[in-house]
């Protein structure tokens, strides 16, 4: 799965600057991971491609029995297979589920002459990530040890996190998975073996009204600001389909234009607003009730979720360009998965 986004900057390579992410997620680590002042260096990595798959001397092969979603059970079968010339000695070994957050950071450094005058300020974005899930399981029981060429399988059952986060591109920071086996190696640096693991928002959260991101946003109908905003497609909306949209708005004002629009909010530390889909209307459309248009919502959006300390939520937007005065606008909360 691979998500673009249309918007910011481009990564300009910095020379010296680099950005980070733990283990397993430590494959770009560079200066892939960092940019320019007013760029984003994440807006052209997929969130798989930040997975390092081993480190050391055994390969693991993990065949999920079915997709991974936000709260249910991760079922599969897991095998190792040890270097045909390298052999694992370990305290204790453990599968784990592990979650990352990753965020694009604006950063400054003042460069001074001898007299500590500031002649110069460099500015820069670097991504820095850090692991807030690492839950271990103690079955299936790892073997500490395996002998050069053994293999060893078994199937493993793990929780998916109750209430998430999903797996997530918000465009400035990531949200990203994966399942892990880990040895604990005595005077040594740990082995391990990762797959990626796509952990897809559970709709059942969003109908329930679980967090921020339920409630308002999956009703069909709601008033806002003198007028209605109603979805007559089903909700949530999933990305890659057409949103079917329907104002009526009695108290909308003369304007030059209007339109509705499809917006996306998120609290990334250099995240941004978005339009992501637009269709123009009459502001006599939107008093009579004929404004009914269709959004087409992006493949690849992130899922509406508010979790790790992060958030992106989705709004209907009616307004109207009025001539010499701020604009004029309604709106409502839209859920997206």
């Not at 784990?96 to 001898?114: A, C, M, P, T």
């Not at 060429?149 to 990203?176: C, D, Y």
């Not at 300390?309 to 998965?337: M, T």
Request: aromatic share 6%; charged share 20%.
């Amino acid at each position: 799965m691979s998500i673009k986004f249309g918007f910011g900057g481009v990564n300009l390579g910095l020379g010296g600057r680099t950005g980070s992410a733990p283990a397993p997620f430590d494959a770009l680590n560079g200066p892939r991971l960092a940019g320019g002042e007013g760029s984003h260096p994440l807006h052209s990595v997929a969130p798989e491609e930040l997975l390092r798959a081993t480190d050391g001397p055994v390969w693991g092969e993990f065949a999920l029995d079915k997709p991974a979603i936000v709260g249910e059970g991760i079922t599969g079968r897991l095998r190792l297979t040890a270097a045909t010339d390298a052999s694992v000695n370990a305290r204790k070994a453990y599968l784990r589920l592990v979650g990352l957050r990753l965020d694009e950071v604006r950063r400054s450094q003042d460069h001074r002459d001898s007299k500590g005058t500031v002649t110069w300020t460099e500015r820069w974005v670097e991504t820095s990530g850090k692991l807030f899930v690492t839950d271990a399981f103690l079955e299936p029981a790892i073997p500490p040890s395996l002998a050069a060429g053994q293999s060893w399988e078994a199937p493993f059952m793990v929780p998916a996190p109750r209430l998430g986060p999903p797996t997530a591109h918000l465009g400035e920071s990531i949200i990203a998975w994966a399942l892990e086996v880990r040895w604990d190696v005595p005077m040594g640096s740990d082995h391990y073996t990762a797959c990626y693991l796509p952990l897809a928002q559970h709709p059942d959260l969003l109908r329930a009204g679980v967090g921020k991101q339920g409630g308002q946003s999956l009703l069909s109908s709601i008033d806002s600001g003198g007028g209605t905003i109603g979805i007559q497609s089903a909700l949530p909306a999933p990305a890659g389909q057409e949103m079917v949209v329907k104002v009526t708005w009695p108290g909308a004002p003369d304007g030059r234009s209007a339109r509705v629009e499809l917006h996306r909010r998120t609290n990334a530390p250099n995240g941004q607003e978005g339009i992501l889909a637009s269709a123009a209307v009459t502001p006599a459309d939107l008093r009579s009730g004929a404004a009914e248009v269709r959004l087409m919502v992006p493949a690849g959006s992130a899922p509406s979720f508010d979790g790790a300390g992060l958030e992106i939520n989705y709004v209907i937007r009616a307004l109207v360009d009025r001539r010499f005065r701020s604009d004029a606008a309604i709106e409502r909360p839209v859920a997206i998965y």
